[in-house]
């Protein structure tokens, strides 16, 4: 497994944009897909965004396209969710997660490790 940590979360208005990080190390993490997910209070998690192996492949969630994308710097093992014209509703805890792979995939229960998550809220 991986271990991974996500940065950039923080309060911003609607509108505005926020880029989230997720550091990863240990394993070889060119062999992982990543995706990040999101839960919002009372909500169960969802997929956001996936990426494969090298970069090459994107899956956006219908809720979020045109205003998110996904990218990775595998010489850096960071994978990034670019977030932009945020809304309300995007308010969430953000997790970034990798699966022993290289398809992306969008999923839970597909992917084996899980970073802490951080904090996203979006004011109106």
């Known amino acids: 497994q991986v271990q991974l940590v996500e940065s950039g979360g923080g309060l911003v208005q609607a509108g505005g944009s926020l880029r989230l990080s997720c550091a990863a190390s240990?394993?070889?993490?060119?062999?992982?897909?990543v995706g990040w997910f999101r839960q919002a209070p009372g909500k169960e998690r969802e997929i956001v965004a996936s990426?494969?192996?090298?970069?090459?492949?994107?899956i956006i969630a219908d809720s979020v396209k045109g205003g998110f994308t996904i990218s990775r710097d595998g010489a850096e093992r960071m994978v990034y969710l670019q977030m932009n014209s945020l809304k309300p509703e995007d308010t969430a805890v953000y997790y970034c997660?990798?699966?022993?792979?290289?398809?992306?995939?969008?999923?839970?229960?597909?992917?084996?490790?899980w970073g802490q998550g951080t904090q996203v809220t979006v004011s109106s």
């Open positions: 997660a990798a699966r022993k792979g290289l398809l992306e995939a969008t999923v839970e229960t597909d992917f084996d490790s």
């Open positions: 990426i494969n192996w090298d970069g090459e492949s994107i």
């Open positions: 240990g394993r070889t993490f060119s062999n992982y897909a």
